[in-house]
């Protein structure tokens, strides 16, 4: 590549890194700088191209975990006070792309965090990931975990939430998502939430919950404590004949250990209110007799499962 | 009511109308002379539609629309460039029985680029890295970058600067191959 070429590229490199700045405004510059030399607009395009195919690449890479197994020591220093901000580059088309300039936040297990967007409040709780866009704060995408929804209605512009396949779109609402192994539920404290507009229109109102599993061309709606709902912001998770595996993945996200309950008492039904402020040790030993189960510690996860000997009375 | 603020769309409409000569030196300037004024069009259209919300800096924002327009058709250039030598390669007299389709080839072309490419990011320390990431994928300005990863905001210039030329060098191997 002769001098000329090389001046060209590096030039068009410190444009194409400042044009992707979401507030470059050096456009005339631009102009003037692509206009001085024929040179230029292909060192410039070659730039961007470059840009392109390195999203690609990037996206294909592993995304540098913000969600690490559970209690994992401190990684390295840089990358620290990365994943301390919690907000990591994961998934989503880059800012380039019209309108849609997609960013994820994610938490780990027992961190939770209120993200306030124009018109809407959303509450993420441990072990989380939200897609949100910030062309458009009336649009998000539960990938995985629970997140609280307090929506203010628009109906020229309703909040509508991507869960896997679903859609929901808010009524008025506030509400909260859960997104896991066990498949979606969405519970309504106020107004409503329709879910699969476009489909099945199936209106969630306040008070109920639909569920639907994996594996299962159903849904379910059943009946909550309005009041419970997004309890867990509080310190309180609220369970009505909840199956212990829920109750589990519930705590599992509160508490930042990870709970799991054994098969023989995952479907078991649960119904009460579960406080996780205080001394987790503590609250994990009561958990036994809470759920009426053996818990059982190893490497950092507990385990609950059935009891060994029936009480005698 | 009908939907929207027709206001917000008349602005940008208006700030597009006083300032078409910039817009159309700039689409010109980044070689798009012969299609410039489709591209302007095209502009014009999206700001009918669109209804974007409040838009702060208004000129920053068309540019920037201007751009992605542009962007748009210089990618499907360059895969109608790629098709095309695809299915020259593919079809030529000089690879007798092998016929992979053209597509097959289009994607291998596309995954051995994509592997140099990894590899080039992969072989960045891992702070360039992460600057590059956040550069890229979550399109964050380099004043946040320098602050998310504690360093200088020339540090960071110069991590996505070597970044940038690592990825150029990476794909410049496809033509000489």
């Known amino acids: 590549m002769n001098q000329q070429h090389e001046q060209a590229r590096e030039e068009a490199i410190g444009w194409a890194m400042r044009v992707a700045d979401p507030d470059f405004g050096e456009w005339t510059a631009l102009t003037r700088w692509l206009e001085a030399d024929p040179l230029h607009a292909a060192a410039f395009e070659e730039a961007l191209a470059a840009g392109d195919a390195a999203d690609a690449a990037l996206k294909a890479a592993p995304v540098p975990s913000a969600l690490p197994v559970v209690s994992r020591p401190a990684r390295r220093r840089i990358a620290g006070g990365l994943l301390a901000a919690a907000i990591i580059g994961a998934i989503g088309w880059t800012a380039f792309e019209h309108q849609a300039a997609p960013y994820t936040v994610a938490t780990r297990p027992g961190e939770t965090r209120t993200l306030r967007l124009e018109g809407a409040t959303i509450a993420l709780n441990g072990n989380s990931r939200i897609t949100l866009d910030r062309h458009d704060p009336r649009r998000a995408t539960l990938e995985s975990g629970e997140a609280l929804f307090d929506v203010r209605h628009d109906p020229d512009h309703p909040f509508r939430l991507t869960v896997g396949d679903a859609k929901l779109e808010d009524v008025g609402t506030r509400f909260d998502v859960t997104q896991d192994g066990r498949g979606l539920r969405v519970a309504v404290a106020e107004g409503a939430v329709l879910y699969n507009p476009d489909r099945e229109a199936v209106r969630i109102t306040a008070g109920a919950v639909l569920r639907e599993r994996p594996g299962e061309n159903q849904v379910m709606l059943g009946q909550i404590d309005p009041a419970g709902v997004g309890g867990w912001r509080e310190g309180r998770l609220a369970f009505q004949s909840a199956p212990l595996a829920t109750v589990a993945a519930d705590l599992t996200r509160s508490l930042g250990v990870t709970i799991r309950a054994a098969p023989e008492v995952a479907a078991r039904p649960f119904t009460g209110v579960i406080a996780t402020h205080g001394d987790r040790v503590r609250l994990i030993a009561d958990l036994g007799p809470l759920l009426d189960v053996k818990v059982r510690e190893d490497h950092g996860s507990v385990l609950l499962t059935a009891k060994a000997m029936q009480p005698r009375s | ?177």
């Not at chain 2, 550069?135 to 964050?140: A, I, S």
């Not at chain 2, 946040?144 to 990825?167: H, K, N, P, W």
Request: proline share 5%; charged share 30%.
């Open chain 2, 1 to 177: 009511m009908g939907g929207g603020d027709p206001r917000a769309a008349d602005g940008l409409q208006a700030v597009f109308l006083a300032n078409r000569p910039a817009l159309l030196r700039y689409v010109t300037a980044r070689g798009g002379a012969d299609a410039a004024e489709d591209v302007l069009h095209d502009l014009w259209l999206k700001l009918a539609d669109a209804r974007p919300g409040p838009v702060a800096n208004p000129l920053s924002y068309l540019f920037r629309a201007a751009e992605n327009l542009l962007r748009d058709r210089h990618r499907a250039r360059r895969q109608a460039a790629l098709r095309e030598r695809a299915w020259t390669e593919a079809s030529g007299p000089a690879a007798p029985g092998v016929s992979d389709a053209p597509s097959g080839e289009r994607a291998l072309i596309a995954r051995e680029e994509l592997a140099r490419i990894s590899a080039a990011i992969g072989a960045l320390d891992e702070r360039a890295r992460a600057a590059f990431r956040l550069h890229r994928l979550e399109g964050m300005a380099q004043r946040a970058i320098a602050a998310a990863l504690g360093v200088s905001l020339s540090t960071v210039e110069s991590d996505l600067r070597r970044a940038y030329r690592a990825v150029l060098t990476a794909r410049e191997g496809d033509d000489e191959a």
